[in-house]
C-alpha cells in the first residue's frame, strides 16, 4: 500500500501526454531537469546572479506540464546567508478553443500568481500574461536546443513601444 506522498505523486505524474494534449511538444521538449544561471536587474540597472534549477513533468492524465522552479537551486539554499528567492510552480495546458497553451505560474515565498498564454511565434515561445499589473509582460523562450534554451522576462509601460529587460535565464539540461 502507498503512503500518502506516494499516491499522491502517482497520481499527479504521467508518462506522456494525453493524445488530446494540442501540440505536445511545444513545452513537452523541455521535459526534464535543468540548471540555470538566473541573472535579475536592480533598480539602477546593476545585475546579480543566482543559479537555480528547473524541473518539468507530463502531469494530470497527461494533459498538463508541470515544471518546478527552485532559485537559488536547492544545493544554493543549503549555503549560509542564501537569499530566500522562490520555490514556485507552472502548470501548462493547450486549450483548443484559443489554439494556445494556457498557463499559471505560482510563487508563493514572494505571493506571486501569473496567468499567461503562450504560442510559438518563430523560433520562439513568447508567453503574455494576461493580468497587466505591471504593463505589458512577457516571457520568452529562445535559443531552444536539446540541451540549453535561453529565457528572458521583459515589461513595457508604454503598450509595446519598448520593452524593458526585467530577468534573464541560461538554462542547461542536466547530465542523465
Known amino acids: ?67 518546478v522552479w527552485i532559485c537559488p537551486s536547492r544545493s544554493e539554499r543549503r549555503k549560509p546567508g542564501s537569499p530566500q528567492g522562490e520555490y514556485g510552480s507552472t502548470l501548462r495546458f493547450y486549450d483548443p478553443k484559443i489554439d494556445a497553451w494556457q498557463i499559471v505560474w505560482i510563487g508563493p515565498a514572494n505571493h506571486r500568481v501569473r496567468n499567461l498564454i503562450a504560442k510559438p511565434v518563430g523560433a520562439e515561445i513568447v508567453l503574455e500574461d494576461t493580468c497587466r499589473e505591471d504593463g505589458l509582460s512577457r516571457w520568452i523562450f529562445s535559443q531552444i536546443t536539446p540541451d540549453s534554451f535561453h529565457w528572458r522576462s521583459v515589461t513595457s509601460k508604454n503598450e509595446g513601444k519598448t520593452w524593458l529587460l526585467k530577468e534573464e535565464m541560461s538554462v542547461r539540461r542536466r547530465s542523465q
Not at 500500500?1 to 511545444?26: I, K, R, T, V, Y
Not at 513537452?28 to 540597472?45: I, M, R, S
Open 1 to 67: 500500500m502507498m503512503n500518502q506522498q506516494e499516491a499522491f505523486a502517482a497520481a499527479l505524474w504521467s508518462e506522456g501526454p494525453a493524445s488530446d494534449a494540442g501540440d505536445p511538444m511545444l513545452f513537452g521538449q523541455f521535459v526534464g531537469e535543468w540548471d540555470f544561471d538566473w541573472t535579475g536587474f536592480k533598480a539602477d540597472g546593476s545585475p546579480w546572479t543566482v543559479k537555480g534549477e528547473w524541473i518539468f513533468a507530463w502531469a494530470l492524465n497527461g494533459r498538463v506540464i508541470q515544471d
